[in-house]
Nanobody
């Protein structure tokens, strides 16, 4: 059984920066979409950024020009700059393995989540 482990969260003042990491272990090396999502108290979980298999990236409008997603085979990062109080949330790493054969077929077609890392931005 694979796991996704987020790290890098913390408390910063507005305007500060954080770099979140999501390390993957135990999954086969398969084509996948990696995403960061966040959830603040009382709100639904919302997408923040996505890294597609072909390298295409997407960002929530509020994160454009401030956030950068990148990744290696087993780790995905979210660089967050110019943080704002409204960025305060628990950030989750999500993996979605694309349809494939062999070992990849066993994990394909469903979402896998990390346990989350908390980000707190004070004004």
């Amino acid at each position: 059984q694979g796991v996704l482990m987020e790290s890098g969260g913390g408390s910063v003042q507005a305007g500060g920066s954080l770099r979140l990491s999501c390390a993957e272990a135990g999954y086969p090396i398969c084509k996948r979409t990696m995403s960061w999502k966040r959830q603040s108290p009382g709100n639904a979980r919302e997408p923040v950024s996505t890294l597609l298999q072909d390298g295409t990236t997407n960002y929530v409008d509020s994160g454009k020009d401030r956030f950068t997603i990148s990744g290696t085979t087993r780790t995905v990062y979210l660089e967050m700059n110019s943080l704002k109080p409204e960025d305060t949330a628990t950030y989750y790493c999500q993996a979605f393995f694309l349809p494939n054969t062999g070992m990849c077929a066993k994990v394909a077609g469903r979402d896998y989540w990390g346990q989350g890392t908390q980000v707190a931005v004070s004004s």
